[in-house]
């Protein structure tokens, strides 16, 4: 498929220049907005069933994040990732979403936020949490993921959803850490999927931003339907 050989071309060339100078979304090159090679490995060590890997068991924690584009509702999985859905989740409660925008959008790929006001200042972070990336869930369509840098356990606010099913970012050892999913949207996939149709350009150092800001007006923690 055209778009997904695109996907790991940028995979094998953006990770380092996108993902090197801020926060990087998946990977140690500087495709996929960062994403290794293309292993779409499970985890073997995951104690979730293969065929419902992003399944969340315990109680329903609601994220809406309304943009300008439409409303995206995210299902957070604190069971699967604890540390990582904490992390989101305190950033949403301070309001620190509020009036970011997807600085990095990638058809076929990935769509980036939570990082860069709209003049593409980065917003100041907390310390940097653990890698989960080891927890059984998968880098799929629709899946949200932090974003960090080479290191692995660099992540702080940035995150991404996927737009493909994006197995070469997933946990397949040491050599590839992954990209920890923390959760999965739940509404909204034609508002990513208009998302991923922006036109793009480069802004200083920083490439594959949109021409017309895409805004996340704000985040905030909602009741599960």
């Given amino acids: 498929m055209k778009n997904f ?3 790991v071309c940028y995979s094998l060339i953006i990770v380092t220049a996108i993902f090197g100078l801020t926060v990087v979304c998946p990977a140690d090159d500087k495709p996929a907005a960062s994403a290794p090679a293309s292993p779409d490995v499970n985890n073997p060590e995951s104690q979730q069933k293969p065929d419902e890997p992003n399944k969340i068991t315990q109680e329903r924690k609601m994220i809406k994040l309304e943009t300008t584009k439409g409303d995206i509702v995210i299902e957070v999985n604190e069971t699967a990732a604890p540390v990582t859905s904490a992390n989101f989740l305190k950033y949403v409660q301070e309001g620190f979403y509020d009036g970011t925008i997807f600085h990095r959008v990638i058809p076929g790929f990935m769509i980036q936020g939570g990082g860069f006001s709209p003049d593409m200042t980065q917003k100041p972070t907390r310390a940097p949490i653990v890698n989960e990336a080891k927890n059984g869930l998968k880098n799929d369509r629709g ?3 932090m ?3 080479t290191e692995p356990n660099s992540a702080t606010a940035q995150f991404f959803i996927n737009h493909i099913n994006n197995g070469f970012l997933n946990y397949s050892g040491p050599r590839n850490p992954g990209y920890a999913v923390f959760g999965k949207v739940t509404e909204g996939m034609d508002v990513i999927d208009e ?6 350009s480069s802004k200083g150092p920083y490439e594959n931003v949109p021409v017309e800001a895409v805004i996340i007006k704000s985040a905030k923690i909602v009741n599960a339907k």
Wanted: no cysteine.
């Fill in 143 to 145: 899946t949200i993921a």
């Fill in 147 to 149: 974003a960090r840098l």
């Fill in 195 to 200: 998302i991923a149709k922006v036109q793009t």
């Fill in 5 to 7: 050989n695109k996907a």
